[in-house]
């Protein structure tokens, strides 16, 4: 069966400063994991997305993410953090079963300080 | 038009009732999902539907029916539920089908209390 953990309940950082999210997962065969987030009383927006290739996968809003298949994790990083990025992130998972069946992760609070 | 839109955005229901929650997409996506997420948990699938079928239904009790009208169009019924259904029921949609690598849109939910 897959998982995802997040370790960390919450980050906090202050404005401007690099920012990091940590994902472990477990998965038979390949994994395709993906990044979301959630404000308050919204649905979950996609933030990048990892098939195949490049390690490094960017994606929206300055946020990169990266694959490291020997520590089985795919960490969230932002060089520089905006207090318009506090929000809830969830990591997910899903192996090549043929079907788009995401495990989330228990999800992490980000708190930008001004 | 590049959202999901879920209707109503608040529901409070008796046991008794017998209600139904809506989601629409027109993006011309071909799947779509159903997630409930319970208070500072995260969310877990419940049904999909691909080109209109019903694909995955993750052993969800009777008391909660989802119907795909047409493409655009997911309902999810709901009768006899439990206090313990109260969460946030979450609609998704993807482009190309269920694919593990396909990407979701996913609406702002429906919170939904039963007394």
């Known amino acids: 069966a897959q998982s995802v953990a997040q370790p960390e309940d919450q980050v906090n950082v202050a404005e401007g400063n690099p920012l990091t999210v940590k994902c472990t997962y477990s998965?038979?065969?390949?994994?395709?994991l993906f990044w979301y987030v959630q404000y308050p009383n919204r649905g979950l927006q996609f933030l990048l997305k990892?098939?195949?290739?490049?390690?490094l996968v960017k994606g929206s809003y300055g946020f990169e993410a990266e694959f490291n298949k020997s520590q089985t994790s795919f960490h969230l990083k932002k060089p520089s953090a905006l207090v318009s990025d506090s929000a809830l992130y969830f990591c997910?998972?899903?192996?090549?079963?043929?079907?788009?069946?995401?495990?989330f992760g228990t999800g992490t609070r980000l708190l930008v300080s001004p | 038009d590049t959202e999901v839109t879920q209707t109503p955005k608040h529901l409070v229901m008796g046991m008794t009732n017998k209600k139904s929650l809506k989601c629409e997409q027109h993006?011309?996506?071909?799947?779509m999902y159903w997630y409930k997420q319970k208070a500072k948990k995260p969310p877990e699938l419940m049904f999909v539907?691909?080109?209109?079928?019903?694909?995955i239904n993750e052993s969800v009790p009777s008391r909660f029916s989802p119907e795909c009208p047409n493409s655009s169009l997911l309902n999810l019924h709901l009768h006899a539920l439990q206090p313990e259904d109260s969460a946030l029921y979450l609609c998704?949609?993807?482009?190309?089908?269920?694919?593990?690598?396909?990407?979701?849109?996913f609406g702002s939910g429906t919170q939904l209390s039963v007394l």
């Open positions: 998965v038979s065969g390949n994994p395709y």
């Open positions: 990892y098939i195949t290739g490049d390690n």
């Open positions: 993006m011309g996506h071909r799947a």
């Open positions: 539907y691909s080109y209109e079928k019903l694909s």
């Open positions: 998704a949609s993807s482009q190309g089908g269920v694919a593990p690598n396909e990407k979701l849109f």
């Open positions: 997910a998972v899903t192996g090549n079963t043929g079907f788009q069946k995401l495990v």
